[in-house]
């Protein structure tokens, strides 16, 4: 097994972690109360959250005294209401370069989450790993 040490990784990029689990996004409440703080309607769109009494509304049309009904939130089509197929905040910045549209907001699932960290979150698709398991002792010629 490399070495995971999640300080000294770092993310390729490549997308295939967000293409994967994209579609299952799940923000806290004081993610919603950030985006709803700073106005981020363009991230609110495309969240519905369901209330104690078991009513869904948008989250953009949630106010801040509402915070405390919510039981759960999902990601959700802005114009449909159906669930999203992929990460609406996931763009193509090349050939193989993916990067998130919302990275200095992310929900604090997508900024907790680290694919080579054994036991908890690993995803033996990601290519960083792919890249570390090239470079390490054994696999050197």
Same mark, same amino acid.
């Given at each position: 097994?490399? *070495?995971?040490? @999640? *300080?000294?990784?770092?993310?390729?990029?490549? %997308?295939? &972690?967000? /293409?994967?689990?994209?579609?299952?996004?799940?923000?806290?409440?004081?993610?919603?109360?950030?985006?709803?703080?700073? =106005?981020?309607? *363009?991230?609110?769109?495309?969240?519905?959250? &369901? /209330?104690? =009494? %078991?009513?869904?509304? /948008?989250? @953009?049309? #949630?106010?801040? %005294?509402? #915070?405390?009904?919510?039981?759960?939130?999902?990601?959700? =089509?802005?114009?449909?209401?159906?669930?999203?197929?992929?990460?609406?905040? #996931?763009?193509?910045?090349?050939?193989?370069?993916?990067? !998130?549209?919302?990275? #200095?907001?992310?929900?604090?699932? &997508?900024?907790?989450? /680290?694919?080579?960290?054994? %036991?908890?979150?690993?995803?033996?698709? !990601?290519?960083?790993?792919?890249?570390?398991?090239?470079?390490?002792?054994?696999?050197?010629?």
């Amino acid at each position: 097994m490399p *070495d995971t040490d @999640s *300080d000294s990784m770092e993310c390729a990029q490549c %997308g295939i &972690c967000c /293409k994967v689990f994209g579609d299952s996004i799940s923000p806290t409440i004081e993610n919603v109360y950030h985006w709803i703080e700073h =106005d981020r309607a *363009d991230i609110l769109e495309h969240f519905s959250a &369901c /209330k104690n =009494d %078991g009513s869904w509304t /948008k989250c @953009s049309e #949630l106010e801040m %005294g509402e #915070l405390s009904d919510v039981i759960s939130i999902e990601l959700r =089509d802005p114009e449909t209401g159906g669930y999203e197929s992929r990460c609406p905040f #996931l763009k193509r910045a090349s050939r193989e370069r993916y990067i !998130c549209s919302i990275h #200095l907001s992310k929900p604090d699932m &997508c900024n907790n989450y /680290k694919p080579w960290i054994w %036991g908890e979150t690993y995803f033996r698709r !990601c290519r960083t790993l792919t890249r570390l398991d090239q470079t390490t002792f054994w696999n050197r010629s």
